[in-house]
């Protein structure tokens, strides 16, 4: 079965470049989630989007920012990196239907940042 | 938002024993899952459960919403649980999904 997608899998950066992290939901998925986890941390929501719009936003730095694309693909844009945005990014997709339905995630993006 | 609490933290168990973990949250959710996220950091679907009881292999888990908890059973544990166990839950109006703090299991010979 389709996964969510995310790419890269890894990525080294140095202190104030910019990254850019691409999300592939699951087909037929509408919503799109990005987290953040940083070593030996619970995952943090960052970000979501519902049918293209944004729908709820954490605790998100002004420095990133995100969008949502016609074909459902996501993307994180992050500027003047950081150390302490080292850390796996998640991409989760939810599918249409509803409330009641079950968020799967990809397998990450760990971002070093040197 | 919904506050979402784990425990224990940490967890040592012995090769075949059984486990019960727990996550409480506060607020009525309309989505509550588990994950278990191996060594590789990947996080693999175990339960959607928002309510009720599911069983998968050794695997089980209980969500009573009313009480606002859920229960994670794993039963002749394997090494190759070990990891770190997360609950994580929606509701409260928000479409966020929110992460328990997480119980790290170490599985021993």
């Known amino acids: 079965a389709a996964g969510v997608i995310q790419s890269p899998r890894h990525l080294i950066k140095e202190k104030r470049e910019t990254a850019t992290l691409k999300c592939y939901p699951i087909?037929?998925?509408?919503?799109v989630y990005w987290y953040q986890q940083g070593p030996g941390q619970d995952p943090q929501f960052l970000i979501s989007f519902y049918e293209k719009m944004q729908s709820d936003k954490g605790s998100i730095p002004d420095r990133f920012s995100a969008q949502q694309f016609s074909d459902y693909h996501s993307e994180l844009n992050m500027s003047s990196l950081e150390l302490g945005d080292s850390a796996l990014y998640f991409c989760?997709?939810?599918?249409?239907?509803?409330?009641?339905?079950?968020?799967?995630f990809g397998q990450g993006t760990r971002l070093t940042v040197v | 938002g919904i506050q979402v609490e784990q425990s224990p933290p940490d967890l040592i168990l012995q090769e075949g024993a059984n486990s019960t973990l727990r996550c409480n949250f506060s607020?009525?959710?309309?989505?509550l899952q588990w994950f278990h996220q191996n060594p590789w950091g990947q996080l693999i679907n175990l339960f959607y459960?928002?309510?009720g009881t599911k069983q998968n292999g050794r695997l089980s888990a209980t969500t009573v919403a009313t009480e606002r908890y859920s229960l994670l059973y794993i039963s002749s544990s394997q090494t190759t649980d070990s990891g770190v166990y997360f609950c994580?839950?929606?509701?409260?109006?928000?479409?966020?999904?929110?992460f328990g703090t997480g119980t790290k299991l170490q599985v021993i010979p």
């Open positions: 087909p037929r998925h509408d919503t």
């Open positions: 994580a839950a929606r509701g409260g109006g928000y479409q966020k999904v929110t």
């Open positions: 459960i928002p309510s």
């Open positions: 989760a997709s939810r599918p249409r239907g509803g409330t009641h339905t079950e968020a799967f």
């Open positions: 607020d009525s959710v309309n989505n």
